[in-house]
C-alpha cells in the first residue's frame, strides 16, 4: 500500500533564510505524480509544486524548489529566501492514478521575523 | 478563472439536523473529490466522481452520508442525521481530464461543527 511520511510535525525558519521540508513515500509503481500542498490558517489548500517521477529534473516554482530522489524514495521541499507569508501547514501527496491521493500528516512551518 | 467553490464555509448544526455541503468544481474538470480533515485522522477522501458518475464511495462513513453530482458544474455531500464526531473541515477538489492534469484543486473547505 502507498504511504507518505512527513517526520517532521514541525519547523521553523528565520526571514530570508532557507528551510527543507521532509517526505518520503513507499509505492511499488514506477509512474506516479508527487506534490507539495500548503494549508494556510484560511485552511485553503492551495498547490505549491507538483513532481512527475519519470523526470529525473527536479521541478521549481520560484522560491520553491523540490529534491527528488527515486530510488531513496524521498521528496523533499526546499524554501528559499522565506517569507512570512509562507507560514503554514504544509502536506505532501502522492497519486499514481490522479484519483486516490496519499496524503503524509503534514508539517506545520513557522516564519520567524 | 474561478477555482473550487463551496458552500458554505461555516456550518453550525445540532446533532440530529441534516447538513448538505455544496461544490462547484472548476469549469472544464471531469473529476471531483470530496475530503474530510480532521486532526486524529488527517486528510480522508470520501468519495469521488468521474464525469458526473460515483467512482469509489469506500471512504464514506456511514449510511449517514451522500453524495450526488446531478450534472457537471454542481456536487452535493449530504449528511442526515448529523453527529458532533461529523465536526471536520470537508473539501471538495476538482481535476481535469487531459495529459499531465493529474493534479487536484481544492476548495477553500467548510468547516462543519455539530453541536
Redo the contacts between chains.
Keep these: 500500500a502507498q504511504t507518505v511520511t512527513q517526520s517532521q510535525p514541525e519547523m521553523s525558519v528565520q526571514e530570508a533564510e532557507t528551510v527543507t521540508l521532509s517526505c518520503t513515500y513507499d509505492t511499488s509503481e514506477s509512474d506516479y505524480y508527487l506534490f507539495w500542498y500548503k494549508q494556510p490558517p484560511s485552511r485553503q489548500m492551495i498547490l505549491v509544486i507538483r513532481q512527475e517521477a519519470y523526470k529525473q529534473q527536479n521541478a521549481t516554482e520560484n522560491r520553491f524548489s523540490v529534491n527528488f530522489q527515486k530510488a531513496a524514495k524521498s521528496f523533499s521541499l526546499k524554501i528559499s529566501d522565506s517569507q512570512l507569508g509562507d507560514a503554514a501547514m504544509y502536506f505532501c501527496a502522492y497519486t499514481n492514478t490522479g484519483n486516490q491521493f496519499y496524503f503524509g500528516t503534514g508539517t506545520s512551518l513557522t516564519v520567524i521575523p | 478563472d474561478a477555482g473550487v467553490i463551496q458552500s458554505p464555509r461555516h456550518e453550525v448544526t445540532e446533532m440530529g439536523q441534516e447538513v448538505t455541503l455544496r461544490c462547484k468544481p472548476i469549469s472544464g474538470h471531469n473529476?471531483l473529490?470530496w475530503y474530510r480533515q480532521t486532526m486524529m485522522r488527517?486528510?480522508e477522501?470520501l468519495i469521488?466522481f468521474?464525469n458526473n458518475v460515483p467512482?469509489?464511495d469506500s471512504g464514506m462513513p456511514e449510511d449517514r452520508f451522500s453524495a450526488k453530482m446531478p450534472n457537471a458544474s454542481f456536487s452535493t455531500l449530504k449528511i442526515q442525521p448529523s453527529e458532533p464526531r461529523d465536526s471536520a473541515?470537508y473539501?471538495c477538489?476538482s481535476?481535469g481530464d487531459r495529459t499531465?492534469?493529474?493534479?487536484?484543486?481544492?476548495?477553500?473547505?467548510t468547516?462543519l461543527t455539530v453541536l
Design positions: 473529476s473529490f488527517g486528510l477522501l469521488y468521474n467512482i469509489d473541515v473539501f477538489a481535476r499531465g492534469t493529474d493534479t487536484q484543486y481544492f476548495g477553500p473547505g468547516r
